[in-house]
């Protein structure tokens, strides 16, 4: 988020930049907080997940993604998920403990 950018408002645009795609933003699924960056420089984050859904566009990366998958919630890749947090939220969606 940009600072004094509402939460939803980050998330449309983020959906636009990172993916082209316009969305359209349901309900909050948790907040996490994590760390960022190696033990010696890490810095706290604030995670806050959507249920979204693409309501126009067409997929198409930007530079700072190369890739996307869509996974069923038995064939969710877990030991390869780029940060804790993101396990955290997929748990929540799917209610697993």
């Known amino acids: 988020m ?3 950018e509402d ?4 998330l449309r645009r983020e959906a636009k930049e ?3 795609v316009e969305i359209e933003v349901g309900k909050i699924i948790a907040v996490f907080v994590d760390r960022y960056g190696d ?3 890490a810095f706290y ?3 806050l997940f959507y249920k979204c859904k693409i309501a ?6 930007d530079k700072e993604n190369s890739e996307y998958r869509w996974f069923s919630e ?3 890749p877990w030991n390869d998920l780029a940060f ?3 396990e955290f939220a997929i748990k929540s969606l799917y209610n697993i403990k």
């Open 2 to 4: 940009e600072n004094g």
């Open 7 to 10: 939460p939803i408002d980050g």
């Open 18 to 20: 990172e993916m082209n």
């Open 39 to 41: 033990d010696s420089d």
């Open 45 to 47: 984050t604030l995670n």
């Open 56 to 61: 126009s566009g067409e997929i198409r990366l």
């Open 74 to 76: 038995e064939k969710v």
């Open 84 to 86: 804790r947090n993101t």
